[in-house]
């Protein structure tokens, strides 16, 4: 349950305020459907939402939490899935440390994007300290939003 609230999370840390609304697969343009079956062809379960102006969907990936965004026209716009600390890149593990030193990481997303490529989002936790920080592949902080009660009964 901690994994799905902190991918909504990281789908609001990355995307703004959300209003999502939920659909069943005939309200989803076919031009929506069609580039979620090409971009995932492996996924056959998943579920649609509304977000915003756009369609998220939900799905696993490999045994692992995932979403992918797109547009109503059916362009890709971002995907995010969930991933292990274990699975970030030595880069992004050093960029952690200098930058959050003492900080404990508790939870992991990969993100990509077609303009932007890969990054790595991670909920980072010390004492009652807590961020949520998004690196490139390289290492370099691109943001960090630290976490206060209000935000998280607002996320």
Do not use: C
Not at 13 to 30: H, M
Not at 54 to 70: H, I
Not at 95 to 104: C, L, T, V, Y
Request: glycine share 8%; aromatic share 10%.
């Amino acid at each position: 349950m901690k994994k799905i609230i902190f991918l909504l999370g990281a789908l609001l840390f990355t995307g703004g305020v959300v209003t999502a609304q939920k659909l069943t697969v005939d309200k989803v343009p076919a031009q929506v459907r069609q580039a979620f079956m090409k971009k995932f062809p492996k996924v056959y379960k998943y579920t649609w939402e509304m977000e915003d102006s756009n369609y998220e969907v939900t799905f696993k990936l490999d045994g692992k939490e995932a979403s992918a965004n797109f547009d109503s026209a059916g362009n890709w716009l971002e995907s995010e899935t969930e991933i292990s600390q274990s699975e970030l890149p030595n880069a992004v593990l050093d960029g952690i440390k200098r930058d959050f030193p003492g900080f404990k990481t508790e939870e992991v997303v990969k993100g990509e994007t077609p303009d932007k490529g890969a990054f790595y989002e991670v909920h980072l936790e010390k004492g009652e300290q807590e961020y949520k920080a998004s690196y490139a592949e390289s290492g370099t902080l691109i943001n960090k939003k630290l976490i206060t009660e209000e935000a998280e009964e607002n996320d």
